[in-house]
């Protein structure tokens, strides 16, 4: 951190580890949320705990998550984030 000043963390430690959220639960989040209830009802009725910005972020993508739906992708499995590097190592 920089003397002085605020600064950025120097690691990750005082973050939350990150909750992948699978497709099938998206959309389940996607249908609570269209029934017509309130934010604090549709995370109470969630079986994942995330945050409000977290589910608002989902109810904003809807149309993309129900696009993959659509496609057949897994709904089970979260998605795999794949760096540069995985996929160079992949490659060689």
């Given at each position: 951190m920089a003397r002085g000043g605020i600064g950025r963390p120097v690691s990750r430690e005082g973050r939350k580890?990150?909750?992948s959220i699978p497709?099938?639960?998206?959309?389940?989040?996607?249908?609570?949320k269209d029934a017509g209830y309130?934010?604090?009802?549709?995370?109470d009725m969630f079986r994942l705990h995330i945050s409000t910005s977290t589910?608002?972020?989902?109810?904003?993508?809807?149309?993309?998550?129900?696009?993959?739906?659509?496609?057949?992708?897994?709904l089970s499995a979260?998605?795999?984030r794949r760096s540069y590097f995985d996929s160079i190592s992949q490659f060689l």
């Open positions: 580890p990150r909750t497709l099938g639960d998206k959309i389940a989040l996607i249908d609570i309130t934010w604090a009802h549709t995370l589910s608002r972020n989902v109810y904003r993508n809807k149309d993309e998550y129900r696009r993959r739906a659509a496609a057949a992708e897994d979260p998605r795999l």
